[in-house]
């Protein structure tokens, strides 16, 4: 069941995000495990369902449809500048970018020649350019056995190049991944090693600066207009100002929360998937994750 009306109230009781008398919603608990949301430019929001191999599209009118069958596996997904869907496909260790008409074009398939572990999350800065992680879960609807490379990483993929560089290599299990509205600066979730980092992204797009956020780990990550971030995990979302402060916690009756994202025409819609689960949230701040 979601939380009651008490429980959210006090989650947020000192921190003026939620808007007055909102409630946490489960809109359906018909998936297998939710992941990768991201939001159109008009406010739809996209998700996947990955065990079924299906993208769903929750529309800003509250319908869910299917948008598209056999996807790749797609777990993370961000839309880029030009509209078009871009989604981890972790099938066969790609990423591939959708077309609002479902066209597939395959952007990425190989690090040196390497199938990569698996691409997890992704964010994409209003040039085109792709930042990603690249940790290992086997998965038991692999072709393929072990892993090609020696590590998992963060990679950067620029926009209309075929292969990726390596960013940083000091990670455990890279997982969440945003970027800021402005394109200053990235965050990045090692989810093993329960720690979040902050790095400023030079105007090259390049990174600098590599400094620990806060003592924990996520599995999806969003931000809003005031540059809080959400984090996700066992414990629901976990909210911290831009100065790494705990503000808000979101509990969410699921075993696992995945990812998350600000959805709607007025992107005031906390939208969350968790496990067999998707809930929204009417919030008062609005997300930077403008398509």
């Not at 159109?40 to 990955?50: I, K, L, R, S, Y």
């Not at 964010?123 to 072709?143: H, L, M, S």
């Not at 705990?246 to 906390?270: H, M, V």
């Amino acid at each position: 069941m979601a939380q009651s009306e008490q429980e959210v109230f006090t989650a947020f009781d000192a921190t003026n995000l939620i808007a007055p008398g909102a409630t946490l919603t489960r809109v359906s608990n018909q998936f297998s495990f939710t992941e990768g949301p991201a939001v159109d430019a008009e406010g739809n929001v996209f998700f996947t369902d990955q065990p079924n191999d299906k993208i769903w599209r929750y529309g800003i009118d509250g319908t869910l449809s299917v948008f598209m069958e056999k996807s790749g596996r797609s777990n993370g997904m961000y839309f880029d500048p030009a509209g078009n869907l871009v989604t981890c496909a972790d099938e066969k260790n790609e990423i591939w970018s959708i077309s609002p008409q479902g066209k597939v074009t395959v952007l990425m398939t190989d690090h040196e020649g390497s199938r990569l572990n698996g691409p997890n999350d992704l964010w994409i800065d209003q040039k085109g350019n792709i930042y990603f992680t690249d940790p290992y879960y086997e998965r038991d609807y692999w072709a393929h056995n072990g892993p090609q490379v020696t590590g998992e990483y963060l990679y950067f993929l620029p926009h209309g190049r075929p292969h990726p560089e390596k960013v940083d290599t000091d990670y455990v299990k890279p997982n969440g991944i945003i970027g800021t509205a402005d394109g200053k600066q990235l965050y990045v979730a090692d989810i093993d090693d329960d720690k979040t980092y902050r790095y400023t992204i030079n105007s090259d797009a390049s990174l600098k600066d590599r400094q620990l956020f806060v003592e924990q780990g996520s599995d999806g990550m969003t931000l809003d207009e005031q540059g809080n971030l959400y984090l996700t995990g066992g414990d629901g979302v976990t909210v911290y100002s831009p100065a790494g402060e705990k503000i808000a916690q979101i509990p969410i009756d699921e075993d696992w929360t995945g990812n998350i994202c600000f959805a709607g025409t007025d992107r005031q819609t906390l939208f969350i998937t968790a496990s067999e689960s998707i809930y929204t949230l009417k919030m008062q701040v609005a997300g930077q994750n403008k398509a």
